[in-house]
C-alpha cells in the first residue's frame, strides 16, 4: 500500500503557483520523497526528490517538513500543460515505487 | 533518444493469444521494473531486476506472466493466454540504482484484449 496521503483533486489558476501537498507521517530515515506526474496516456514523469533538504529544479520546488513527516510540491507558475495527476511517493533509492492515486491538478485560465 | 523506450505502444490481441513486450531501459541503468496500469489508477509494481536478476515479484504476476532481463539490457514481458483483465497500460521504467537517483518510465505499451 502506497505510505502516502494526498487531496484527490486541486484547481489551480493559470500563472499562479500550484502548491501540492502530501502527509507521510510513517517515512522511514532512509526513505526519499519522489514526484511524479502522469499526464493523460503518457507515462510516468519524473518530477524531483528529497531526503530532508528543500529542493528546487527547472520544473518545481520540494518543501519538506523538519519532521520530515509531510511535505509540499510547488510549481511555481503553472500552465494549462501542467494540469496532471501528480504522485507523491516514498520509498528507498532503487527501491519499487508505490504509488496511490495522486492529486488531479487542474490548471484553469 | 537516450530515454527508456518501449515496443509496441499499443497492442490488441485475442482472449487466449500470447502478446510479448519489450523495454530498452536507459544504458547503464542497472535496474529495471515493470509496472501495470488500469484506467484510473495509479500504476501498480509487478517486477523489478538488478541487472539480469529477477529480486521481486509481485502477487499481481501470476504464472501467466514471465519477465525476463537475460543479459542485463533490454528486458521482455510475455503474458500467456490473455484474458479480457489483462487490458491495461504495461509501463517500464530504470534507473542507476543508487542513492539520490531517480527512475524515468517509458510510455508504455497499450494491450487491449478483445
Known amino acids: 500500500d502506497a505510505k502516502t496521503t494526498q487531496p484527490t483533486s486541486m484547481d489551480c489558476a493559470e500563472g499562479r503557483a500550484a502548491n501540492l501537498p502530501c502527509n507521510h507521517s510513517?517515512?522511514?530515515?532512509?526513505?526519499?520523497v519522489y514526484w511524479y506526474r502522469q499526464i493523460h496516456s503518457q507515462g510516468p514523469q519524473y518530477i524531483i526528490h528529497g531526503l530532508k533538504n528543500n529542493e528546487t529544479n527547472e520544473m518545481a520546488s520540494l518543501i519538506i517538513t523538519e519532521d520530515r513527516k509531510s511535505s509540499t510540491l510547488i510549481l511555481p507558475h503553472a500552465t494549462l500543460r501542467d494540469t496532471a495527476v501528480y504522485y507523491c511517493?516514498?520509498?528507498?533509492?532503487?527501491?519499487?515505487?508505490?504509488f496511490g492515486a495522486g492529486t488531479i491538478l487542474r490548471v484553469k485560465s | 533518444d537516450t530515454g527508456v523506450s518501449q515496443d509496441p505502444r499499443h497492442k490488441i490481441t485475442k482472449r487466449g493469444q500470447n502478446v510479448t513486450f519489450r523495454c530498452d531501459p536507459i544504458?547503464?541503468?542497472?535496474?529495471l521494473y515493470w509496472y501495470r496500469q488500469t484506467l484510473g489508477q495509479g500504476p501498480e509494481f509487478l517486477t523489478y531486476f538488478q541487472n539480469e536478476a529477477q529480486l521481486e515479484k509481485s502477487r499481481l504476476l501470476s504464472d501467466r506472466f514471465s519477465a525476463e532481463r537475460p543479459k542485463g539490457s533490454f528486458s521482455t514481458l510475455e503474458i500467456q493466454r490473455t484474458e479480457q483483465g489483462d487490458s491495461a497500460m504495461y509501463l517500464c521504467?530504470?534507473?542507476?540504482?543508487?542513492?539520490?537517483?531517480?527512475?524515468?518510465f517509458g510510455q508504455g505499451t497499450r494491450l487491449t484484449v478483445v
Open positions: 544504458s547503464e541503468h542497472n535496474r
Open positions: 511517493i516514498v520509498a528507498e533509492y532503487g527501491n519499487k515505487l508505490v
Open positions: 510513517t517515512i522511514s530515515g532512509n526513505e526519499y
Open positions: 521504467a530504470s534507473s542507476l540504482g543508487q542513492p539520490n537517483t531517480e527512475a524515468f
